[in-house]
T-cell receptor
Framework: KQEVTQIPAALSVPEGENLVLNCSFT??????LQWFRQDPGKGLTSLLL?????REQTSGRLNASLDKSSGRSTLYIAASQPGDSATYLC???????????FGKGTKLTVNP | GAVVSQHPSWVICKSGTSVKIECRSL??????MFWYRQFPKQSLMLMAT?????????EQGVEKDKFLINHASLTLSTLTVTSAHPEDSSFYIC?????????????FGNGTRLTVT
């Protein structure tokens, strides 16, 4: 059974700092990996999707990497801003379907 | 594009009553939608896969008679929590993708906060 772990559970940084969020998964036979942002009491916003054949994806200040063999992904946020404060969720897609297995998330606080 | 609308955003109901949650794809057709549940400080857990025109597929441990799913059209799926109990209080979120089975990004609704008193 696939398990997804995110470390740290919470992170507080000053504005402008670069930071890395970590995600690990137990079964490397994944279809894709997706990073989401969730604001309090809200739904999810898709940030980056990495297919299993890819190693990284970039969007603006965000860069996500994928190492299937080691079961790891990282989300790099450059020059963090207070507006980046949210919970970041990592989710693994399995077997060609669109079922996702989620981690518990990392709650990020960027202090002005 | 690819907007998923979920309604209501929050609902409070009494124990024993039923609650219906709607999930609509506003600008695309979704043959498959997914229903997740999230308890405080926990991961989102997939409850069921909703297939247009056919029966939903439920994950292990999810009672199909309690969580009724109807996917009558390509743009609407509904989740009905029947005979709700306080332990059903949770955050329910639906999702859909533009292209089924292709690994394309999933788009999520804003969720429904259900509180059962």
């Amino acid at each position: 059974k696939q398990e997804v772990t995110q470390i740290p559970a919470a992170l507080s940084v000053p504005e402008g700092e670069n930071l890395v969020l970590n995600c690990s998964f137990t079964d490397s036979a994944i279809y894709n990996l997706q990073w989401f942002r969730q604001d309090p009491g809200k739904g999810l916003t898709s940030l980056l999707l990495i297919q299993s054949s890819q190693r990284e994806q970039t969007s603006g200040r965000l860069n996500a990497s994928l190492d299937k063999s080691s079961g790891r992904s990282t989300l790099y946020i450059a020059a963090s801003q207070p507006g980046d404060s949210a919970t970041y969720l990592c989710a693994v897609g399995e077997g060609g379907s669109e079922k996702l297995v989620f981690g518990k998330g990392t709650k990020l606080t960027v202090n002005p | 594009g690819a907007v998923v609308s979920q309604h209501p955003s929050w609902v409070i109901c009494k124990s024993g009553t039923s609650v219906k949650i709607e999930c609509r794809s506003l600008d695309f057709q979704a043959t498959t939608m997914f229903w997740y549940r999230q308890f405080p400080k926990q991961s989102l857990m997939l409850m069921a896969t909703s297939n247009e025109g056919s029966k939903a597929t439920y994950e292990q441990g999810v009672e199909k008679d309690k969580f009724l799913i109807n996917h009558a059209s390509l743009t609407l799926s509904t989740l009905t929590v029947t005979s709700a109990h306080p332990e059903d209080s949770s955050f329910y979120i639906c999702s859909a993708s533009v292209f089924s089975g292709s690994g394309s990004p999933l788009h999520f609704g804003n969720g429904t906060r259900l509180t059962v008193t």
